[in-house]
């Protein structure tokens, strides 16, 4: 045999192991950046924090998830490259026991730190996995580009171009819902130099979601109003609705009286809620794929966390019923029983009021419209992370979830997945790896979703 194929032969073999040594364990170098500047040292020491505290759970999870070795790596490279430059430059985070106040650093010359709304320390990356029902996971994130948003010039539809043009996809990412969407409900600081009159509660106004599949991978746009409503002074519910009419005038969909009806029943149970139940929009989000294939979904928190507010919003105050709500709804309560036996539907749980009415505990929910629908589909976020007494409590808890569904595979693999992905620190000491676990209403079955913090910047 030709010895230049052997040495090709053996040189391919050797990308391959370091490649899994790094995508697994983290060595070698990540992303190197050319230059001698103190911003180009930080570049570097940033890149090698981000990847150790993000980059080697997402491989993995993506190794426990049975990912094919080249979709792996592929996808990891794609992180690498694209995602981690997104998160900026490593700065430590506030002390501060005030949720989402920036904070200064000292790293660099009146930088200061971007309070990411992603995670409640503002770590800018979350991440997910639905395990199906033969118990196979599926791993996506989504992640703040902090970068972006600390520049004064920087739009949204910048950012969602620039993914998707880079998505380790065979398929191109459709932006015009996510193009409009940016249009009415971010605001360029550029072009609104005073600050708003009432201070936002966070900056972050845009998030994505990347979904990966065995075999695709799927981008996602989320867009959170808070910034937009206080400057430009038009509520959040009256940007919704210019959303909708927007979407509503596609001439692509064949009909749109669906996504309105559905619309209208939305604001029509929100309007008859009392003041202890009425909600706060946090997020808009859409799919980015072609118009006759998207969704709206709607998210809205209520600071009320009983199981009978999860019934009443699920089901539009029993104005909605279907056999997916109702599944969804047995589902959700069984595991809500798990995690607080003992306590009525209208007993909240037991613990300190500091993480019972912390700014992002409640519940919260997202409302699914599609054109073809005449009514949304609902999910429940339960805020563990707040209710619960440490991570381990939770996995006990998802296992006998997955027990009760049959889902022998998933009961037997949730646990170690968590415990081999995030092992900076035990999961009995406390809360904060787990931060929802979620449960929607599809058209064909129960979708139950975990999703998970790195904890970036609080590691013991």
Known sequence: MDTRFIGFIKYVIYLVVASRRQAIHGHGQPLEYVGGSEESRLATS??????????????RMLEWASYPLPTRNSYLSFYSQHIIPEFGLFL?????????????????????????????????????????DGG?????????????QESSDGLAIGFFEDIARVM??????????????AEELTVARRDHKGPPLIKPRYPSQYFAGIELSK????????????????????VKFDLITRVVKRISQDPSLYSTSGLQQAWGLLLEFFRSLPQNLAPSIEIVAVDCVPSSKNRLKVYVRTPLTTLSAVKQFMTLGFAVDSAEITETLEQASYFWRILFPGISDDEEPTVGGDRLRHPTSGLLFYYELRASSLYPLPKIYIPVRHLCKSDEEIIGAMEKLYRKMNNLEAMRNYGKLIRDAFDHRPLSTRTGIHTYITFAAKSSKVEITAYFNPECFRRG
Not at 136 to 148: G, K
Not at 215 to 234: C, D, H, Q, R
Request: contains cysteine.
């Open 46 to 59: 940033s890149h090698k924090f981000w990847w150790k505290t993000t980059g080697r759970p997402l491989a």
């Open 92 to 132: 430590p985070a506030s002390d501060s026991s005030e949720p989402f106040e920036p904070s200064l650093a000292s790293a660099l010359p009146d930088q200061k730190i971007f309070p990411s709304y992603m995670t409640d320390d503002h770590t800018p990356i979350e991440f997910s996995c639905i395990f199906d």
């Open 168 to 181: 380790p996809s065979p398929a191109p990412q459709d932006l015009t819902w996510c193009r409009l969407c």
């Open 215 to 234: 075999s695709n991978t799927t981008l996602k746009a989320y867009f959170l109003p808070e910034m937009s409503a206080l400057i430009t002074g038009v």
């Open 136 to 148: 196979i996971p599926t791993i996506r994130f989504s992640v703040d580009p902090v970068r972006r």
